[in-house]
């Protein structure tokens, strides 16, 4: 089974970055896509970005496109996700995943932004 786990939240004012990690711990000779969804309060968890294996594709919400950036490293086994210029409405708990299957989910880390 995949083990995730976030790290890196916390409260900024908007326009502010914050960067988000993720350590994936799974055993070895398994390949898969890695991301990051979100659920703000009130709302269904929405996904906010999505990277291949080789971080040839790459899938970004329409929300987040130009100022989240999704990375990823196979060797130290982690998944980035570098927030610029956030905004009040990005305030949500920001789940680490793995499509696995089943798929594997970390437990969500809070990220909350004030105007």
């Known amino acids: 089974q995949v083990q995730l786990v976030e790290s890196g939240g916390g409260s900024v004012q908007a326009g502010e970055s914050l960067r988000l990690s993720c350590a994936v711990s799974?055993?070895?000779?398994?390949?898969?896509?890695l991301g990051w969804y979100r659920r703000a309060p009130g709302k269904e968890r929405e996904v906010v970005a999505i990277i291949s294996w080789t971080g040839d594709r790459i899938i970004y919400a329409d929300s987040v496109k130009g100022r989240f950036t999704v990375s990823r490293d196979n060797t130290k086994k982690t998944v980035t996700l570098q927030m610029n210029r956030l905004r009040a409405e990005d305030t949500a708990i920001y789940y680490c995943?793995?499509?696995?299957?089943?798929?594997?989910w970390g437990p969500g880390i809070q990220v909350t932004v004030s105007s």
């Open positions: 995943c793995a499509d696995t299957r089943p798929g594997a």
């Open positions: 799974d055993r070895p000779g398994r390949v898969y896509d």
